[in-house]
């Protein structure tokens, strides 16, 4: 059975209005970066925040510590998607909440 993404996502405490291509691969992009990262087994539901150049994951609940280079990389990353959305200029800060069923 195929997955199925929910993402929420607000720029600069503004809400983003996600088409279903768009809720889609934010949900499969972020799922991805995480599951990457030591420590993180099946997601269920993640918070990625951005305020500055701080990046803040949370995976089904818990925290997941970053060192700088995963910080700056997955930071860029989401900022630069971010950055191409429609109604986006600029990003100072971000809040991605996405559900895996």
């Given at each position: 059975m195929a997955l199925v993404y929910k993402s929420k996502l607000r720029v600069n405490k503004v809400t983003v209005e996600l088409n279903a291509f768009v809720d889609d691969f934010l949900g499969r992009t972020c799922e991805g970066i995480v599951s990457s990262l030591r420590g993180?087994?099946?997601?269920?539901?993640?918070?990625?925040?951005?305020?500055k150049d701080e990046v803040k994951i949370t995976v089904n609940g818990e925290e997941i510590p970053l060192t700088p280079f995963p910080n700056?990389?997955?930071?860029?990353?989401?900022t630069a998607l971010v950055c191409s959305l429609k109604d986006v200029e600029r990003v100072d800060s971000f809040n991605i909440?996405?559900?895996v069923k």
């Open positions: 993180v087994d099946k997601v269920q539901k993640l918070t990625i925040r951005k305020d700056d990389i997955i930071r860029n990353t989401l909440e996405v559900e």
